[in-house]
């Protein structure tokens, strides 16, 4: 049994389709990263998968129950962090895990000892008596992640668990995710448009764009399939970029302020590109050889133009309300 | 029905509501002014066959007033849950719909029926003369009343989607309740507009209801008031969690 599959799992709003015939499948005591750039789908597919939100064609399954048909067995055995933050802060920290206990119906007294084990986890142990609303926002999103995995969830799923933290917070639980998947018998699935959290913390990751996988494979694979080196040149004239095509040890060109060509052995070309540009009268200003990371495999996969997010005045609201909450 | 997840909504809206001391105390020290003030002021009108005097008549209508605010509030506090994330938490959870919903509502009233009776209790320094059997009964009526006016506001919490419209259930909703229940006036010499109005506002009957239990008077019959009070709890808690089912 897969973790989770999906296969050909669509959800259209209005004009848009969010998510595109996505088929994936998870195996059970992975971490899964979904990759993408912002409106790509991943939370779309990542809330049809919690069951918050209904397919509009297509199925999934999670630990073997349909979202559609088993969508009370699916809740029972995940775990979920949400993107925004979710806690009640008048509530302590305590009491926001007691109360997430009693709504997944665990037993009482195991209950209480899985509280303290996590609060003991995150680090929240001596702070756990305190209304939530004084915490800051790496103790919220540490406190979520311990009321996730309260009521021992098969599958853990984590939305943009970093998004909006400091570099040390970040760090931290980037480490708390980590030892979870060693320590507990659990999948972790999560989304995130940072590549340094994907390649630090994922087994695979499926990069997605305009609601489809473009890539899936293990951080290192996927490095690999789009060449071993990277070039960035600094052209005189940047419009005569798409001129290095033309050599056949060039995989890839993409133009841009600066051009990046994907290429095998950067070392040995370096020198023939150079030859070609004197040919071809083309002014290089600056030559850089570098390793390929998971950012250059997603800008590879996914472009460079710049998305903006469409926030209507009540996402603003909302967000402003949210940051008061702080 | 998850009885262990209704619970735990219940007393979650009870600690959080308690933790709120301003809101606590304003929203008593409402009740203290209009019986005070309005109580004062109108103190000596005179309305046609009332046979107590007016700070007694409006002692339980000020009482409704009270559940009323309250409940209402607390129904709406749904929104709050919605903007701040915590609603997610909920709805995500194995709870069914209607196990939340039913928490709201217990919560809700509990929240209700614990101001109300704070009132009650500051009832003599107005006049009201309580006994054991008076209190007893007047808790348990506020508990019913209350069950309708939260399911009304998780109703209109549902259709209404951000706080900015709170002001306007206030005008459109709170006050022609409150001001069309005979809890300020008595409904026997009302202008003919305003009689069908005042008969299919539930709170009428709660305010009747009460009227009957600490004064012995009352417009119908107490029989009367609680079949209308039972069917408006039956059919707000209905058209509550088919709306909550279907909009959240």
Not at chain 2, 178 to 194: C, D, E, K, R, V
Request: glycine share 8%; hydrophobic share 45%; charged share 20%.
């Amino acid at each position: 049994m897969h973790a989770i599959e999906t296969v050909e799992l669509t959800r259209r709003f209005s004009n848009v389709t969010a998510v595109d015939k996505l088929s994936v499948t998870v195996e059970v005591g992975e971490v899964f990263g979904l990759l993408g750039p912002n409106g790509a789908g991943k939370s779309t597919t990542l809330n049809m998968l919690c069951t918050i939100l209904k397919p509009t064609s297509g199925s999934a399954s999670v630990n073997g129950f349909d979202v559609d048909r088993d969508p009370g067995d699916v809740r029972k055995s995940i775990g979920i962090v949400f993107q925004d933050p979710s806690i009640d802060g008048r509530l302590t920290g305590r009491e926001n895990l007691e109360m997430h206990a009693e709504l997944y119906e665990v037993e009482p007294k195991t209950g209480g000892e899985r509280i303290e084990e996590l609060l003991k986890l995150v680090e929240l142990d001596s702070r756990a008596d305190e209304p939530a609303r004084n915490y800051s926002g790496g103790m919220k999103r540490r406190l979520e992640i311990a009321r996730g995995l309260i009521h021992h969830p098969k599958v853990l799923f984590l939305d943009e668990p970093t998004i909006g933290l400091d570099p040390q917070t970040r760090a931290k639980i980037w480490e708390y995710v980590k030892r979870l998947s060693h320590e507990e018998d659990i999948t972790i699935v999560l989304t995130t448009h940072y590549m340094e959290e994907a390649q630090m913390l994922c087994d695979r990751v499926g990069i997605v764009d305009y609601g489809r996988i473009v890539a899936l494979g293990s951080p290192t694979e996927l490095i690999r399939e789009i060449g071993e080196d990277i070039i960035t040149l600094g052209l005189q004239d940047s419009s005569r970029a798409s001129e290095f095509e033309s050599l056949d040890f060039v995989k890839k060109v993409r133009p841009g302020e600066k051009t990046t060509l994907l290429i095998d052995d950067g070392n040995t070309s370096l020198p023939k590109i150079f030859d070609f540009a004197s040919r071809k009268g083309i002014v290089i200003t600056s030559a850089e050889v570098h390793n390929p990371t998971l950012n250059d495999v997603f800008l590879h996969y996914v472009g460079r133009e710049l998305r903006e997010e469409h926030a209507d005045s009540k996402d603003g609201m909302k967000a402003f309300m949210r940051r008061m909450r702080r | 029905m998850n009885t262990r997840a209704a619970k735990t909504i219940l007393v979650r809206e009870v600690r959080v509501h308690l933790r709120d001391r301003a809101s606590v105390i304003s929203s008593v020290a409402r009740s203290i002014l209009w019986l005070v003030v309005f109580g004062g002021g109108f103190g000596a009108a005179r309305f046609s066959g009332l046979q107590v005097n007016y700070q007694e008549f409006l002692f339980p209508g000020v009482i409704a007033m009270s559940l009323l605010f309250t409940s209402i509030r607390s129904g709406t506090s749904v929104i709050w849950d919605r903007e701040f994330g915590f609603m997610k938490e909920i709805l995500v959870s194995p709870a069914s719909r209607f196990s939340i919903m039913a928490g709201k509502v217990a919560g809700g009233a509990a929240i209700a029926v614990m101001e109300g009776t704070i009132i009650l209790f500051i009832g003599p320094i107005f006049g009201a003369k309580l006994t054991l059997f008076k209190v007893a009964a007047s808790i348990a009526l506020m508990f019913f009343i209350s069950i309708s006016l939260v399911s009304i506001g998780l109703i209109v919490a549902t259709v209404m989607k951000t706080f900015e419209g709170f002001q306007t259930i206030m005008t459109f909703l709170i006050m022609p309740m409150f001001f069309m229940s005979g809890a300020l006036f008595p409904i026997n010499t009302l202008p003919q507009w305003m009689t069908p109005i005042v008969a299919v506002n539930p709170l009428t009957y709660g305010v009747d209801a009460l009227r009957i239990v600490l004064l012995g008077i009352g417009q119908h019959s107490i029989i009367t008031d609680l079949a209308v009070l039972a069917a408006a709890a039956v059919a707000t808690v209905a058209l509550g969690s088919q709306a909550f089912r279907n909009r959240e």
